[in-house]
């Protein structure tokens, strides 16, 4: 949430790392870029080269990655629960899409403006809006495969102190001026679209950021960036993964904080390693058994936590709004809102999920139409989605359990082409 979650509001559980470069872009605003001739920029090249082989052997994610993409359009009665969805319950999402989307095309305004002017349709009207306004085709990866994975995000809630405990005495930070993102095109055309995040150290010389166990390791480094002090590491860690969050403070208050920004490390997955050492079974790793294992383990769970280097730097977000915001720019509505690979289908499109609900072997039917508003440096694919829950008991347990095969179908505008959805190689993207 913008990752970043997402946004970093993903689940990255049970990827092995998370990309720099694929976080959510919603940190333009604080963010200090970097033009060739610069003081800064003269005194990186050697800094800079080793942190792009740092970034390049992070990230599997190069030319070519992709093989697939769309489909050929099918029929509405073809797609399988799209008469049993409630299409006006979508509606709202689809008036936050429409904040960015209108801006796009002459196509997106016209209908956008349509939008606007049903203001609040029943199902059948709205079904119909999109059945005459769009065709659906679906995505496609390599070998021909229609279907992915499906994982979910969450909005988790923490106890907090405004000031430092006994108790409250674990962290969230926002974003440290010191903070450096320098982006790689302005020095090199070859790596438009890349940036590396690092500190300046005695004045000229540029350092990767603190990592994780830089930040967690009692010096302190960044001291006077804290926005709130929680109870619960665990919790906190998981903050980190899902992007967004709400800290309630004993006095009753409470606040939301959203991804600000990243400390450019890579992310390691701890699922992984604990899948790789025996402690949990492949087929029952969860959100929920990974922050079991770290309760049950506390010598061992700071080990554990460290061995992730990456960290997120957060902002304080307007509470009121109906969700956190995505890479879009907008609102998150929960069961409606994804995050996506932005490489293969643009934000803010809407798209037909057909998946299954987490559950004890029984496989429930889990479909409806959703809208692509987040992105998230695991969502990587063709056919890859993450689908945000909300917040409360019900999101938690669903989110941190849901990794469901499924198939996507993306609507596009019928009068439009092929080019409202990206191409499936990345070096077609500007």
Known sequence: MQPHWARLSYNLIYIDHDCPDALPEMTHNAADYFSPGSRVTRAIPAIVVLMIVVLLSACAVGPGRYAGGLGKAVAWHDIKGWTEDKHAEA????????????KRSPIWRELCLEVKLMETPDNETARAFFE?????RPLIAKGGRSEGLIT??????LKGSRKRTD??????????ADLLVIDLGSLYEDLKGRRVRGRLKGGQRVVPYFSREEIENGDNPLKGNEIAWVADPVGLFFLHIQGSGRINFQDGSQIAVGYSDQNGHPYYAIGRQLIDNGDIKQEDISMQTIREWLRNNPDDAVRLLNSNPSYVFFAIRDKEKNGPVGTLGVPLTPERSIAVDRRVVRLG???WLDTTLPGNGEEIPYRRLVFAQDTGGAINGTVRADLFWGNGLRAEENAGRMRQPGSLYVLVPSRSNSTSVRSADPRSQS
Do not use: K, M, N
């Open 132 to 136: 005459t306004r769009f065709v659906a």
């Open 167 to 176: 108790v409250f005495r674990y962290a969230v930070y926002r974003r440290p």
């Open 91 to 102: 509606w709202p999402a689809l008036i936050q899409s429409c904040r960015r989307l209108r």
């Open 152 to 157: 979910g995000y969450y909005e988790p809630l």
């Open 349 to 351: 499109l809407p798209v």
